[in-house]
């Protein structure tokens, strides 16, 4: 890659698994929900509603706000295990794609150590035995 370039290359599965998720607009709102739920944003947002809940909203917000609260904690835990489905496929993915790669280089280098055990061999009949007679 040169100076030039600004684009980083990628693993094909990583490529792949992108492309998917674009793909789809059910993942593309979790990916966004999971982005915002795991920011600071989201937590400097949840203060502040918070506090002025309690301040200004209700005299008494415990049992509303818990209850808030809970069905937040149980959607974002659901967008958690999302997020953790999608890490485990992408490598999974990455696991099978690399799986094949090495298959395919362990053949390849075998093809090439037995073609050199070869054009070795043949060399060395030819060094020690010298010319063949005709």
Do not use: C
């Not at 040169?2 to 992108?18: G, M, N």
């Not at 993942?27 to 949840?46: E, N, P, W």
């Amino acid at each position: 890659m040169s100076v030039l370039d600004t684009q980083p290359i990628h693993h094909p599965v990583v490529v792949a698994h992108t492309e998917h998720r674009a793909a789809d607009r059910q993942l593309r709102i979790a990916d966004a929900i999971t982005a915002f739920a795991g920011s600071m944003k989201f937590v400097y947002i949840h203060a502040l509603v918070f506090i002025g809940w309690m301040l200004f909203v209700e005299s008494d917000p415990w049992p509303k706000l818990t209850l808030i609260v809970s069905l937040e904690a149980i959607f974002l835990s659901t967008f958690v295990m999302i997020g953790q489905n999608r890490s485990a496929a992408f490598q999974q993915s990455k696991a099978d794609h690399d799986f094949v790669e090495q298959e395919q280089e362990l053949k390849t280098n075998t093809e090439l150590t037995r073609a050199i055990h070869a054009l070795a061999t043949e060399i060395h009949e030819r060094v020690v035995t010298g010319p063949a007679a005709t």
